[in-house]
Nanobody, 124 residues
């Protein structure tokens, strides 16, 4: 099970750090992705971190503002978001891929365990 936290209301230009904590099992060797879905829009890829935690990938438009990291000891993945904009408003989800074989980190269909989501609202 994955549980997101850290969402909330923030003014434009502010920062938030989202957490994705695993419970019931360890996901330290699984790729983890962050996705978001704004009202009336499709879910979109935000960032992902590789199975060993050495590689990271980002949505092109978010590079430089968002940073994904993982703490294996705490079985937690973080998404640090800075210089937030109103268009970042969405429900943010973390998800774990199956942990073996090929993995297209940008495709939500590649993930098998999802959290319940955390709301991020950026006011202008």
């Amino acid at each position: 099970q994955l549980v997101e936290s850290g969402g909330g209301l923030v003014q434009a230009g502010g920062s938030l750090r989202l957490s994705c904590a695993a419970s019931g099992r360890t996901y330290s060797s699984y790729g983890i992705g962050w996705f978001r879905q704004a009202p009336g829009k499709e879910r979109e890829f935000v960032a992902a971190i590789g199975r060993l935690g050495f590689r990271t990938w980002y949505r092109d438009s978010l590079k430089g503002r968002f940073t994904i990291s993982r703490d294996g000891a705490e079985n937690t993945v973080y998404l640090e978001m800075t210089s937030l904009k109103p268009e970042d408003t969405a429900v943010y989800y973390c998800a774990a891929e199956r942990g073996f074989g090929s993995w297209n980190y940008q495709r939500g269909e590649e993930y098998v365990v999802w959290g319940q989501g955390t709301q991020v609202t950026v006011s202008s």
